[in-house]
Each structure stands twice: as structure tokens, then as C-alpha cells.
């Protein structure tokens, strides 16, 4: 039933994904005043929003690992932080090429950067701590403050344009400043990135899922044999398994 989901969560992804680049290539007229590169403006804002929903994802998970002490929601946690952190890349190195022929410069001090700068940072050592810690429990709860603490700066970025003078436009979607086309280009763009950032994280949260496994293999080997399977049962599995090779040696060959 999961793998028939994900599929279709797939193929959703998929066909989102090519209506949204059809619109926002060939669909949504040019801006008069930015011309071509306005259209950065459509990959630029989803690649925000998701980096605030699957920070946000992160402080739920933190919270919810912290309270109930289920090592699922910590997977959670940890899967998300890593796809907030490309989604968060991409939104700066796409916010970067938008901004050198709008002005003239590749990077600025100005708040919303900074504040989404710092946003990076704190998730990217969210992702070292959890990395070099070597308790796997005390790595998680390590990482759980930070994605718990970190998320404060999630509204300062959001915010920075009300709060401080900036060079950054304003918030032209809630200003009723886009044109009919532009918003429905922008919203089927949300709505394929969206797809998307649900799409990444189950995969990545299957992946942590076998990493925890075979961590968890490793551990009962190297402690001795799990407390499941006792050393005798162990053999006969071990000789049913060789007799098992064996017959199937043999009709090979005889095939």
C-alpha cells in the first residue's frame, strides 16, 4: 500500500512539475520592467516556502521526539532538516542570480539575506552535530534543541521585509500585485514543489529507516548474537541456509 502511494505520489510530483515549467516558460507572459529574469521569481518562491515547511516539520518533529521519546519522530526530524537544507540552498543561490542584473550585485547585506544566511547556518550545524556526536540518542536530542531553537529564526525571515527597510521586493502575493496568469503560474509552482518536498522526504525517511536497521545489526553483532535468536537456533538456521544453496546448486546444474 506505501509503495502504491509513493508511486502515485511520484507520478503527481511529475506531472505537476511539467505543467509548472510549461507555465512558467511558456505560459506566463514576460514582466515588462525585469524581463526574462522575473521568471526566477517562480522557482524562488516555492524554494522559500519549502524551506519554511520543512524547518517547521523539523521543530514539530524535535518537539514530539523530545516529548514522547520515539526515535520515528526524531527520523522525521532529521530527514526533513536535510531537504530544508538543499531547498534553502537553492532559495540563496536562486535569490543571488536574480539579484545581479536587478542590482548589479550577487549578494548584499540586507536583512531578509542575512536572516536566511543565518537560517542556513543554524540548520547546517544542526546537521554536524547530528553527524559527529557519536550517541546516536544524545545526537538526537542534541539535534532537537537546535531544531527546536533554530526555527525562531523561520518568522525573522519571513517577517524581515515588514520589520527592517529592505532592497527585497515586497510581498507582491499578499498585495494583490500580481497579474491573473502570474498567480495561477505561481501557485501550480507551489503546489509541484510542494509535491515535491513530500516526495524527498518519505525517500528519506526510508533511507534513515534501513540506516537505523543495519546500525542496529551492527550492534548486536558486535555485542554477540541478538537476544532473539538463540546461539542454538542460530546454527540450525546457518545449516538451513547452506542446504538451502546447496538445493538450489543442484537443480541449477541439472537445469
Do not use: C
Not at 526515535?71 to 536562486?94: H, K, M, N, P, Y
Not at 543571488?96 to 547556518?121: D, H, Q, Y
Not at 547530528?130 to 545526537?139: F, H, I, L, M, P
Not at 513530500?198 to 534501513?210: N, P, W, Y
Request: proline content about 4%.
Amino acid at each position: 500500500m506505501k509503495t502504491n502511494k509513493t508511486k502515485g505520489l511520484l507520478w503527481l510530483t511529475v506531472a505537476l512539475m511539467v505543467a509548472a515549467l510549461y507555465m512558467i516558460f511558456v505560459y506566463v507572459p514576460t514582466e515588462a520592467s525585469m524581463g526574462a529574469v522575473q521568471r526566477i521569481f517562480y522557482f524562488h518562491v516555492p524554494l522559500a516556502w519549502l524551506a519554511f515547511l520543512a524547518f517547521f516539520v523539523v521543530f514539530l518533529g524535535s518537539i514530539l521526539f523530545l516529548s514522547r521519546r520515539d526515535a520515528t519522530w526524531d527520523r522525521v526530524a532529521s530527514s526533513s532538516a536535510e531537504v530544508g537544507v538543499v531547498f534553502t540552498t537553492l532559495f540563496l543561490v536562486s535569490g543571488s542570480i536574480w539579484a545581479k542584473p536587478i542590482w548589479g550585485v550577487w549578494w548584499t547585506w540586507e536583512p531578509r539575506l542575512t536572516s536566511a544566511l543565518i537560517l542556513w547556518l543554524i540548520y547546517i550545524a544542526y546537521l554536524l552535530v547530528r553527524s559527529y556526536v557519536s550517541d546516536r540518542e544524545q545526537a538526537a536530542r542534541f539535534g532537537a534543541v537546535i531544531g527546536i531553537a533554530g526555527f525562531a529564526d523561520v518568522p525573522i525571515v519571513a517577517l524581515a521585509i515588514v520589520l527592517w527597510r529592505t532592497e527585497h521586493p515586497s510581498a507582491l502575493v499578499f498585495e494583490g500585485g500580481l497579474a491573473p496568469s502570474m498567480l495561477l503560474t505561481l501557485l501550480v509552482s507551489l503546489a509541484a514543489f510542494t509535491a515535491l518536498y513530500f516526495l524527498l522526504l518519505i525517500a528519506e525517511f526510508s533511507v534513515k529507516g534501513m540506516e537505523f536497521e543495519l546500525k542496529r545489526l551492527k550492534d548486536d553483532l558486535a555485542s554477540g548474537l541478538p537476544e532473539s535468536v538463540p546461539a542454538g537456533k542460530e546454527i540450525k538456521i546457518v545449516k538451513a541456509s547452506r542446504q538451502a544453496d546447496d538445493s538450489t546448486a543442484k537443480e541449477t546444474k541439472n537445469g
